[in-house]
């Protein structure tokens, strides 16, 4: 990652739109991590019965990501990127945008569990998935990060939960109290069989996918994806892992890091800046940004 970020030098608030705040955001935003572990975190984000039951349900044809992988995709990597690189302005009307989505997915009398998309609660759940996801590609691709990088990350990282509707004061304080947080809810992960059907053919086997894609990398996708997932979570999926996989794993990421440190940076940035500059001129044109 070049130099450590010593933000200890400089105080960061979690909503700092300054330059100097985004350039040094850009530091953490990796797409091509963002591009082989984003199945993982979606998994992640699902594990808790609210949102499964919320994506499941949903009845946003439009979103969904059984019906549209790529717009689900590019949705998602365009709010990180909007999140973490954004101005106020991107951040204000991306916001308007997916709540306009987010109205719409709430539980009925029928569902088995009760979830509303407004809920922060379950907005915090995601930001600490997104977080862990970012801090772990950031191990894999470049090594451990020194105290001070971690612990800018990890204030930094709010801003996955306070673009939306999550209050700042909800982020747990540091990353001591982040663990505590962490730790409590993975215990008591629970993936009910339609989640775990959903999970397992669409997302880690491309179930959307078309066949040729499907078939040719479906199981690159499905060992990234493994890879990737807390061993908590592989259990839950029953998905097979082991050291000799958990190595390749690692030394793939590693030199994947090794050519990520050398190359442009526009190789690391991809697709965060494409899809960042696509929502200014689509909100410029009038155009749907969700």
């Not at 673009?163 to 505590?180: G, I, K, N, S, V």
Request: net charge positive; hydrophobic share 35%.
């Amino acid at each position: 990652m070049g130099e450590p970020i010593r933000s200890g030098a400089v105080r960061v608030q979690a909503e700092d739109d300054s330059a100097e705040g985004i350039a040094r955001r850009r530091r953490y935003m990796v797409g091509p991590g963002a591009l082989l572990g984003g199945n993982a975190n979606v998994i992640m984000q699902l594990s808790n019965p609210a949102v499964g039951r919320g994506v499941v349900e949903s009845v946003v044809e439009q979103g969904r990501y059984d019906k549209h992988p790529n717009k689900r995709a590019r949705t998602t990597l365009t709010y990180l990127a909007v999140a973490m690189m954004g101005t106020e302005l991107d951040r204000a009307v991306y916001r308007s945008a997916t709540n306009g989505s987010h109205r719409q997915v709430r539980s009925t009398p029928d569902s088995k569990v009760k979830y509303n998309a407004f809920d922060p609660e379950l907005q915090l759940w995601v930001a600490a998935c997104i977080y862990t996801g970012v801090r772990d590609y950031l191990v894999y691709f470049f090594g451990e990060l020194d105290p001070e990088t971690a612990d800018d990350l990890y204030r930094e990282s709010a801003r996955f939960g306070t673009t939306l509707q999550m209050r700042l004061e909800m982020w747990p304080a540091d990353r001591a109290a982040f663990d505590e947080y962490w730790n409590a809810k993975v215990a008591d992960i629970s993936i009910d069989h339609q989640v775990r059907k959903y999970l397992l053919r669409q997302i880690v086997d491309m179930g959307p996918h078309d066949r040729v894609p499907r078939l040719a990398f479906r199981r690159i996708n499905r060992f990234f994806t493994t890879g990737f997932l807390p061993e908590r979570f592989r259990d839950e999926l029953g998905l097979d892992w082991g050291p000799r996989r958990q190595r390749a794993f690692e030394l793939l990421m590693r030199g994947a890091g090794r050519i990520l440190e050398r190359g442009p940076e526009r190789w690391r940035m991809y697709p965060y800046d494409d899809y960042l500059k696509d929502m200014r001129g689509r909100r410029d044109l009038g155009k749907a940004l969700v």
